[in-house]
């Protein structure tokens, strides 16, 4: 049986650094190649030396990125560049925009701020995204001759796919992140009845039935219109791209709605850009959008200005959108640390925070959280956490798996407990196994085959005529026979007389005829109609015709002959392939004579 | 396989193929040439045309006619909304139509006709930009006729069409035609259509599955690839090998098909597109330095972009960029608003430019610079305001029978030192001219089509090999315009068989399917016991139980069922029957008498026991009349003697 072998270099029981190798039909694939934002030496990026010390490119036959966010695509320019890897990548037209902004910012930060060494330059994110092939949605792309993939909408971010991944008989998809519930700006991941023999789910809400977008939304805004209200400046740590947008929209229309005056700021000149590319890429967002765009531009802000650094001694209210998302570097770090110590202040993760983050701490309780530098800083601002994040939860897994019909399920990109309790109810409700492989650790998972052959076209049209001039059966099995002609290596099936003259040889047909002698006066044809109906009782399963006096049983003849009076000869004759037939026949009419 | 040609024009195609069993429309184009023969609709009343005498034919006097028909100069018009040819619904039952296939947005303008109130069930397939800008055009053909209102529809000319001059003497099938539909059937026709993307293989029924490859003719423009397992079709609709805005044809796909059937070549086979560009910046430049304007009477979308991206640079370099340019359509926001949004189906070097990120366009930079400006009518707000002499108006509709451009004419019709400029290929000037002669306004003709040209074509077939090829059959002759250029063909190609078919035919194609594809189990497959019968053929029999689900077929196991379970084998060669003689005497039969009954047909009979073998080269019958006993050892002996597989 052939096998699929997965082993997860990153987010194998753990959210963080996605990247996942994929060998099926000789072929090895990497799916994802991020980076984990919770700590910042090696266990960064994930071990490509599980792979080789040397080049990826003779070992990895292509890349697919799922998703901008960094802990998909954030290791991709040190696994290309600085490990060495020459093969195709292979993501979607806004990804393909989007991913390398993103991963300059992480640079930025990491190399300018943290004074991090080792780290790869601009021109090799460059460099790398030259190597990038970018897809449309559903298009069916050949990598070689062998590997085919497809990407379906996954909602999760702008241009966030789900790929389908076909090598030979085998095939898998990976979901990426994504999210199987519209949102404000976004559609929901859609995905058709295709069977993969492996679904690789991400599971970052495993556990989680959330409640409705609207409550999470109405309560949302209360939080923050009532820290306004009492003079309180919110944070609100956002990666550039993605949530950011979809509060935007919120805040925005709630602002108006409400006639609010404080500001709301988003920082980063990216803002603009940022909004641009949806702008270009409305295609990707969700109908509602798409229809008004001409009208109307979601993404053009009247509320929302530039912030500048300078703005966070500012007194006053405030509202500030700021990077990064999981506080654990950049401007989003430096607000916090000044804005912490106030409680009139208030900060809301909209989004998952990896551990070793500032914003995993603050998200568990602490009151106070130690930098590198020995700074301390109090929390004393309100912390809250709103879950935006566009996963699927339980209900959505459960839902996909329902609509792609996989064979078997791995839970990749959650925490080990969680998944455990998913894994347990998948199994339960599909009756599919379900796997969830720890990073560095190999599932191997068999698939059944299925050869494909031609057939000649008469055969299978002689075996539909042949059933459908039975009477209907439901419990009727069709059986297909067939001779296949293995012929300078061509393969096909075909009748055995059409086989016969395609290899060039005769048949030898070999017959049998033996005579029964029967007491039944009469003429000899009411004979033959009696053994007509005792033989269609005796033989219910098969095809027992009558024509021109003659009982014919696939290739059994039964022939009746003799005067009225009592002494009939019943003839029975078949070929050799029907031996048991035609035997058990003539025995039947043997012992009725007797 | 069947095709069933409905359109008569190769351009506006529309066809059926009937294949295994499944009806597929390709294309559902409307031919408008019908619009020519009626009468410009204004939405102000136009005295000039108000004022055109009536017409009748010499000897008729019938009062139903009156007023039906107008004349101007020596052509007659009919007074009437117009009326278009949708395609022939007499050889086909549109409600057997399992699937209709899109190619570009200006081969679907028939599709309220087949889908809406015929019974239509099926599926339409269209990329997502023929979609969205066919809509576009849908929507504006529908305004335009429909901010217009006629207080009377013309019947009764339709019974004097011999009596009539030419041209509408010659009008094709008049009593076929019919009324624009209205935005009711657009939208419900339009929520039909499923969007597909390039090559994504979509599944007809497991019967069939359907590419669609990059045409490079337009936004979002395909040909399409119809596929089995063992056979190819290829439907080549509106392609283009230059390069413009839209992602380059993919010819890959086309490769190598059992039959190619090709369509909606170039309509200016003499004139070639870069150079007709090259008049019309020249001409814009003359007329607007002489202080005149220009009139580009265009649809909405196409070729309209790369206008304004080639003209606003010519402008500039010509020193008349002052000039303002104007957009006039009820969809002109939309089309462009639409086009800055469809990047993936663009041309790598405007795509390139989202990933700064700037618009694909640069007429997204015009409208912002107010260089170029989008009304959806003239009397729309602003429009008179902003409306500056001189200037280049773009405005539909090309046919000169409806939309803004009537209004223009009749503005600019009599002043010579205006230029109304011809660049949509599909009406012929003179005749949309001719209900506003006599005209003082200037004529460039530099109709601008990107379709393939006859060399190209003849290329391309020579590239893509296929075994038979299916084209109209005017492309078989030089083109009514130059029947002296005999090389404006689809000329025989050595390699495929040439058909050509013409509007209301069926053809039989020369595709006869021979071979069909099965599952095999792998518990079946390991039964599978190959004998070479002779050097590099091996034979193996296979029996198994067949499920045929959707289409496709799987052989499993016949695993429960007693009957099936043997193995079935052939035996072949011929006897030897001084072996099988030997076999015999080995197991006590030494009674038998060998007779001869002439050629090779030779008796051996077994006079002790009521039995006897005839045996002949390719085949041995045993006639036992005795107990099994003995037919058993006969046939064991006949089996030893033989070869099997």
Redesign the interface.
């Known amino acids: ?1 052939p096998e699929l072998k997965v082993t997860p270099l990153g987010a194998g029981q753990d959210v963080g650094r996605s990247c996942i190798l994929l060998t099926m039909g000789g072929k090895n694939i990497m799916l994802d190649c991020g980076m984990h934002m919770g700590y910042n030496d090696e266990r960064r990026f994930p071990d490509f030396s599980y792979i080789t010390d040397g080049s990826l490119s003779p070992f990895i036959d292509c890349v697919i990125i799922s998703h901008f966010h960094l802990d998909h695509c954030g290791a991709l320019p040190f696994m290309s560049e600085m490990v060495g890897y020459t093969g195709p990548i292979y993501m979607t ?1 806004p990804t ?2 989007i991913a390398p902004i993103l991963l300059e910012d992480m640079r930025k930060v990491s190399v300018e701020k943290k004074g991090e060494q080792n780290f790869f330059t601009s021109q090799m994110i460059k460099d790398c995204m030259k190597k990038v092939i ?1 897809v ?6 050949m990598v070689d001759n062998d590997i085919e993939i ?1 990407a379906y909408y996954a909602g999760h971010v702008l241009g966030a796919a789900m790929f389908w991944i076909k090598v030979g008989s085998q095939s898998v998809v990976y979901t990426g992140d994504y999210n199987m519930t519209p949102d404000r700006h976004l559609g929901a991941a859609w995905i058709d009845k295709c069977k993969p023999d492996l679904l690789i789910s991400e599971s970052t809400y495993a556990t989680t039935i959330r409640d409705s977008k609207r409550c999470r939304e109405k309560d949302f805004l209360k939080k923050v219109h009532e820290c306004v209200d009492r003079g309180g400046k919110v944070l609100i740590p956002v990666f550039a791209l993605g949530r950011a947008q979809e509060l935007c929209i919120l805040l925005e229309t709630y602002w108006e709605r409400m006639n609010l005056k404080a500001p709301i700021y988003f920082a980063l000149g990216l803002t603009e ?1 940022a909004n ?2 949806y ?5 990707w967002t969700n109908q509602k959008i798409r229809k008004t ?2 009208q109307r531009n979601m993404f053009d802000f009247k509320h929302i200005k530039a912030f500048d650094r300078q703005f966070i001694d500012n007194p006053g209210p405030m509202v500030v959108f700021a990077t990064p998302g999981m506080l654990h570097a950049g401007l989003s770090l430096q607000i916090f640390k000044k804005w912490a110590p106030n409680e009139n202040n208030m900060i809301i993760m909209p989004g998952f925070c990896v551990q070793g983050t500032v914003g995993h701490k603050i998200l568990n309780g602490a009151k106070v959280v130690e930098f590198e530098n020995r700074q301390v800083v109090e929390v004393k601002m309100a912390v809250e956490y709103m879950s935006f994040s566009a996963h699927a939860d339980a209900k959505g897994i459960m839902q996909l798996i329902q609509h792609c019909e996989p064979m078997n399920v791995m839970l990749v990109h959650g925490e080990a407990a969680k998944m455990e309790f998913l894994k347990e109810k998948i199994q339960q409700e599909f009756n599919i196994k379900c796997y969830n492989p720890a990073n560095g650790e190999t599932s191997v998972i068999t698939t ?10 008469s055969l ?1 049209k002689a ?1 539909a005529k042949k059933f459908s001039s039975l009477p209907p059966d439901p419990k009727r ?12 290596n061509n393969v ?2 075909m009748d ?1 007389d059409d ?2 003259k395609e ?13 029964v002698h029967l007491n039944d006066s009469g003429p000899s044809l009411a004979t033959a109609h009696k053994l007509h109906g005792f033989m269609k009782d005796k033989l219910p ?1 098969w095809s027992v015709t009558f024509s021109e006096g003659e009982i014919s049983v696939e290739s059994v003849l039964v022939k009746v002959e003799g005067d009225d009076d009592e002494n009939k000869n019943v003839y029975v004759s078949w070929t ?2 029907d ?3 035609g ?1 058990y026949i ?2 039947l009419l043997n012992t009725m004579s007797q | 396989m069947k095709l069933y040609c409905l359109s008569n024009d190769p351009n506006k195609p529309c066809h059926v193929l009937t294949f295994r069993e499944i009806t597929m429309m390709l294309d559902c184009g409307l031919s408008m040439q019908s619009l020519l023969n009626f009468l410009p609709l204004s939405f102000v009343q136009s005295n000039r045309l108000l004022s055109l005498p009536n017409w009748m034919p010499n000897d008729t006097s019938d009062p139903d006619l009156e007023g039906e028909l107008k004349e101007n100069g020596d052509r007659v018009f009919v007074d009437s909304p117009p009326e278009f040819c949708p395609p022939l619904d007499k050889l086909v039952d549109f409600s057997q139509v399992d699937v209709i296939l899109i190619s570009n947005y200006l081969c679907m303008m028939a599709l309220p006709f087949v889908t809406e109130g015929t019974g239509f069930k099926g599926r339409v397939y269209a990329t997502e930009p023929t979609l969205q800008i066919g809509k576009l055009l849908l929507e504006e053909l529908v305004i335009y006729i429909e901010q217009c209102p006629k207080a009377s529809f013309a019947t009764q000319w339709k019974n004097f069409l011999r009596k009539c001059p030419y041209p509408l003497n010659e009008a094709f099938t008049p009593k076929s035609w019919k009324h624009i539909y209205n935005m009711t059937s657009v939208n419900a026709s339009l929520s039909t259509i499923q969007m597909v993307g390039y090559n994504e293989k979509i599944d007809v029924f497991g019967a069939l599955q359907v590419i669609p490859a990059s045409s490079g003719f337009c936004l979002g423009s395909a040909n399409w690839v119809i596929s089995t397992e063992h056979e190819k079709i290829v439907y080549l609709s509106g392609s283009s090998t230059l390069t413009t805005h839209p992602r380059p044809m993919d010819h890959h796909a086309l490769k190598n098909a059992d039959v190619l059937i090709m369509t909606d070549l170039t309509q200016t086979p003499i004139s070639n597109p870069d150079s007709m560009l090259g008049v019309l910046c020249v001409v814009v430049g003359l007329t607007l330095r002489g202080g005149g304007n220009v009139l580009i009477p265009c649809y909405p979308t196409g070729v309209v972009y790369d206008l304004f991206e080639c003209l606003s640079g010519k402008m500039q370099e010509l020193g008349v960029s002052n000039c303002p340019m104007f957009f006039v359509s009820p969809v002109a926001d939309m089309s462009l608003a639409y086009s800055n949004i469809l990047a993936e189906w663009l041309s790598s070097v405007k795509q390139n430019k989202v990933y700064v990120p700037d618009e694909p366009f640069p007429h997204a930079m015009l409208v912002k610079s107010n260089k170029l400006k989008h009304f959806k009518h003239i009397y729309s707000e602003g429009f008179s305001t902003d409306f500056q002499e001189p200037c280049v108006v773009f405005c539909g509709h090309p046919s000169l029978r409806f939309g803004d451009v009537v209004q223009f004419i009749e503005l600019w019709g009599n002043n010579p030192r205006n230029c109304i400029v011809f660049t949509e290929p599909d009406y012929d000037y003179i005749e949309a001219l001719a209900p506003y002669q006599p005209l003082q306004i200037k004529v460039a003709h530099c109709a601008i089509d990107t379709s393939l040209n006859f060399t190209q074509a003849n290329k391309l077939i020579r590239d893509l090999k296929p075994k038979t090829l299916v084209v109209p059959e005017c492309y078989t002759q030089p083109p009514v315009s130059a029947p002296n250029l005999t090389e404006l063909v689809i000329g025989n190609h050595p390699d495929s068989t040439l058909i050509p078919y013409k509007w209301g035919e069926v053809i039989n194609l020369p595709l006869k399917r021979k071979q069909a594809q099965v599952f095999v189990d792998p518990n079946v497959a390991q039964n599978i016991i190959p004998i070479e019968v002779k050097p590099g053929i091996s034979l193996s029999t296979i029996t198994g139980t067949l499920s045929v689900k959707d289409n496709v077929h799987n052989i499993q196991n016949t695993s429960g069922d007693a009957n099936m379970n043997k193995p079935v084998k052939y035996e072949w060669g011929s006897l030897n029957i001084t072996e099988f003689l030997q076999k015999l005497s080995q197991e006590g039969i030494t009674d038998a008498k060998v007779e001869s009954l002439g050629g090779n047909v030779v008796v051996i009979h077994l006079q002790d026991e009521d039995a006897l073998i005839q045996l002949e080269e390719n085949s041995t019958h045993v006639v036992c009349n005795a107990d099994e006993q003995l037919r058993t050892k006969l046939r064991h002996i006949v089996m030893q003697c033989l070869k099997k597989f």
């Open positions: 049986m037209h393909k925009a970018a449309t949605l559903h298009q069916s792309v497809k850009k641009n590319y702008k270009m890429f409305i295609t765009f001409v059944p085959v299925k050869i494909p052959i031609d057939v000649s076209l299978l075996e099995r069709r059986t297909l026979h067939g001779v296949l002609v293995m012929k300078d096909c099936l055995v086989a016969c290899a060039g040889i005769n048949r030898h047909v070999v017959r049998f005829s033996s005579t399963q050799n392939q031996e048991d037939l035997s003539f025995n």
